[in-house]
Nanobody
Framework: QLQASGGGLVQAGGSLRLSCAASGRTFSSNIMGWFRQAPGKEREFVAQITYSGGITYYASSVKGRFTVTRDNAKNTVYLQMNSLKPEDTAVYYC????????????WGQGTQLTVSS
């Protein structure tokens, strides 16, 4: 099970860190990703990190502002979000890439981020 947490209400320009904790199984060998879904919009990719944490990839809309990291010992992935904008408002989800399925196929509950202007 994946559980995202850390969302909340923050003013524009502020920062917040999301966490995604795994329980019941380990995802230390999986690529992990963050996605978000704003009201009335489709879910979109935000960031991903390889199992070792050595390679990260970001959506252009968050690059330079968001940082994804992981602590495999804690089975947890983080998303540090800085310089937040109202358009970052969404429900944020973490997911594990399942190699056999060739897609993100294991999803956690989301956490709501609201950025006020």
């Amino acid at each position: 099970q994946l559980q995202a947490s850390g969302g909340g209400l923050v003013q524009a320009g502020g920062s917040l860190r999301l966490s995604c904790a795994a329980s019941g199984r380990t995802f230390s060998s999986n690529i992990m990703g963050w996605f978000r879904q704003a009201p009335g919009k489709e879910r979109e990719f935000v960031a991903q990190i390889t199992y070792s944490g050595g390679i990260t990839y970001y959506a252009s809309s968050v690059k330079g502002r968001f940082t994804v990291t992981r602590d495999n010992a804690k089975n947890t992935v983080y998303l540090q979000m800085n310089s937040l904008k109202p358009e970052d408002t969404a429900v944020y989800y973490c997911a594990a890439y399942i190699t056999t399925a060739k897609k993100y196929d294991y999803w956690g509950q989301g956490t709501q981020l609201t950025v006020s202007s």
